[in-house]
């Protein structure tokens, strides 16, 4: 349907739309809200014609507009509630982690961050009555550090049926920043095919710091990592879907002074990043989660395990 929109658009012969779909625009409002010399860039336009595309996609495009309070309240019923496993860390999140927005955990090594996202995986399979989202999951492994082994010790301990747990996780491990983007469009595809209601990126940000190195490549990461960013929102929308990324905190002084508590990604995951949380090791097996920002939850801590069985409270 939106293939043909855009073939329909003035100025859009056939191997124009192709390069655009090819590109990852797939509907209207992409391309409308694209800017005329990226546009330009991806599907070999003059300037002038982008230019002259894009405003017909925003003619033909459902912009959307401004609703009202109660609307949005009847929306919010919508939004689906993921358990991490640990009460008081979803008593601290306001119920769970939400559908449609990206939560991300960020901390030291060893903080729990893949332990976490091993536990999401197999509760986002889960009926709701038991904290899950009756759906399938996805993971973006770009660390080499997901585990099949581990989701079968964790559905185990619990008593689930691991085997159709793991049919129910889709595992890509992503070699590279630009790979790691490729898959989050293509997870876009799995979407429409299978009810994917959970997508990790574990870990988000580590290629993007391998790759990006130095005060003069800032900019650049900064824009591509907003780029993969908003692929990510677009799935979660379209799906209604929970993104859960992870992240490191910084510790070389190039990188934002190197505070140890604060995350990498800059402002750019900051803003785009609805729900962000603090991990960090305590003793033994316990962790502490610490909310650090939230549209409607206050700052708060809670403590949890990881045990055999995963994520405990
Ligand atoms: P980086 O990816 O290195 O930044 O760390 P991370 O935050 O992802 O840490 P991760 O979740 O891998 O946590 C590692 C810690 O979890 C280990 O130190 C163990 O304490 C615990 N852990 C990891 N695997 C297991 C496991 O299979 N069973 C149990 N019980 N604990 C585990
Ligand atoms: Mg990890």
Same mark, same amino acid.
């Given at each position: ?31 409308? /809200? ?62 769970? &982690?939400?559908?449609?927005? &990206? ?61 159709? &747990?793991?049919?129910?996780?889709? @595992? ?27 997508? /990790? ?11 990006? @190195? ?100």
């Amino acid at each position: 349907m939106s293939e043909e929109e855009i073939k329909e658009l003035p100025g859009v012969g056939p191997a124009t739309a192709e390069k655009l779909m090819d590109s990852g625009y797939k509907d209207l409002l992409s391309i409308a /809200v694209e800017s005329p010399r990226v546009l330009s860039d991806v599907a070999d336009l003059g300037d002038s014609t982008a230019g002259k595309v894009i405003q017909a996609a925003k003619d033909a495009a459902d912009i959307g507009g401004f609703e009202t309070g109660d609307q949005l309240l009847e929306k919010r019923k919508n939004v689906g509630m993921l358990t991490t496993s640990a009460e008081s860390v979803d008593d601290l999140l306001g119920g769970g &982690i939400e559908t449609g927005s &990206i939560t991300e955990f960020f901390g030291e090594f060893g903080s729990g961050k893949t332990q976490v996202a091993h536990q999401l995986l197999v509760n986002a399979t889960l009926p709701e009555e038991e904290g899950g989202l009756d759906g399938e999951a996805m993971i973006i492994d770009t660390e080499n550090s997901f585990r099949p082994e581990r989701i079968t010790e964790i559905a185990e301990g619990r008593d689930l049926d691991a085997e159709s &747990i793991l049919e129910d996780i889709h @595992v890509a491990r992503a070699f590279n920043t630009h790979h790691q983007m490729l898959l989050a469009e293509k997870a876009l595809d799995i979407g429409d095919e299978h009810p994917i209601k959970l997508l /990790v990126v574990d870990s988000l940000t580590s290629h993007f710091r391998a790759e990006y @190195v130095g005060r003069g490549s800032l900019a650049e990461r900064q824009q591509t990592l907003n780029k993969h960013l908003h692929e990510l929102l677009k799935f979660a929308e379209r799906n209604n879907a929970a993104i859960v990324v992870t992240n490191q905190v910084t510790a070389n002084p190039d990188q934002f002074f190197g505070d140890p508590t604060k995350p990498i990604g800059g402002h750019i995951l900051g803003h785009t990043a609805t729900f962000r949380i603090y991990l960090r090791k305590s003793k033994g097996d316990k962790r502490i989660a610490r909310l650090v920002d939230s549209p409607n939850m206050p700052e708060g801590e809670a403590v949890f395990k990881v045990e055999a069985c995963g994520v405990t409270e």
